[in-house]
């Protein structure tokens, strides 16, 4: 195992993407806190997976909007493991609407969890990995956040800051180290996508190459990789994983 004696911290890992992220980092022998925001019956279940895998699971409740709240969630994660390895800056939100219709609390609102989060998550965490010498940071963007989408200047905007923000850290933790790398998903089936009515979903599959959506495994096995020897020369880069939607 990959992971063996790694601690991690996954947000959003209640459902989707952060759930098998949670689980594919399990699978490779780390101890892994599950954040969620409110769901937490299926974060509790997320939480019995992992042990079930044989794994340490915690759960890890904060809305990483909020900085008070990620702070003590990061302590009570520190309480337990002892030391956080990994983070997996993962929870993310859309509140789509034109520009013209988006009023402000509805940019705020998206920006805060999407971008604000991934400050907040990582600033609480951060100082413990310097003072180890040792830290995998990997941030989900999004390909929307690389070509723009008609109703998503919010989600498109946080995920582009996140993306410039990896480049920005992977520099100055580098000596430290911390590597920081984004993995920016196409469209996956998670209840972000099968939300999308089916006359736009056929519209989008028409526009991928491979021709599907990708699956929330498909994106995890590349957090995997950025947090396994493997990818050890890899920081500052963001990996796709979108079937060919952007190249
Ligand atoms: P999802 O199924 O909607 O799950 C969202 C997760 O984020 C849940 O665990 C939710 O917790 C958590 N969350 C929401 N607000 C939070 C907050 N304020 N604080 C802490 N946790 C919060 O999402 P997904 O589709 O798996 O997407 C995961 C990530 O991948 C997001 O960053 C998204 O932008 C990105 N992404 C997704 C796709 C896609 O096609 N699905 C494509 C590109 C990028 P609760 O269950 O407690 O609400």
Not at 101 to 128: E, P, Y
Not at 166 to 185: C, D, F, M, R, Y
Request: with cysteine; glycine share 10%.
């Amino acid at each position: 195992m990959k992971l063996e004696g790694r601690t991690a911290l996954v947000t959003g890992a209640s459902r989707g993407i952060g759930r098998a992220i949670a689980l594919a980092l399990a699978a490779e022998g780390a101890d892994v806190a599950i954040n969620y925001v409110s769901n937490e019956a299926a974060a509790a279940a997320v939480v019995e997976e992992v042990q079930a895998i044989g794994r340490k699971g915690m759960l890890a409740r904060a809305d990483v909007g909020d900085f008070p709240d990620t702070y003590a969630m990061a302590h009570s994660v520190l309480r337990e493991f002892g030391h956080i390895d990994i983070l997996v800056n993962n929870a993310g939100v859309t509140s789509d609407k034109t520009f013209v219709n988006m009023d402000h609390s509805t940019w705020r609102k998206v920006l805060a969890i999407n971008l604000d989060g991934v400050f907040n998550c990582t600033k609480v965490c951060i100082d413990q990995m310097v003072e180890q010498n040792y830290g995998r940071v990997v941030n989900i963007t999004s390909v929307i956040g690389q070509i723009g989408n008609f109703g998503q200047a919010n989600y498109a905007a946080s995920k582009a800051g996140v993306a410039a923000m990896t480049k920005t850290l992977a520099k100055e933790l580098a000596s430290k180290g911390i590597t920081v790398n984004a993995v920016a998903p196409g469209f996956i089936e998670t209840e972000m996508v099968s939300s999308i009515p089916q006359s736009l979903q056929d519209r989008l599959l028409s526009q991928i190459p491979l021709r599907r959506f990708g699956k929330a495994e498909e994106v995890a096995q590349m957090v995997v990789f950025l947090c396994a020897p493997e990818g050890d020369y890899v920081t500052g880069a963001e990996l796709e994983v979108n079937g060919g939607l952007f190249m």
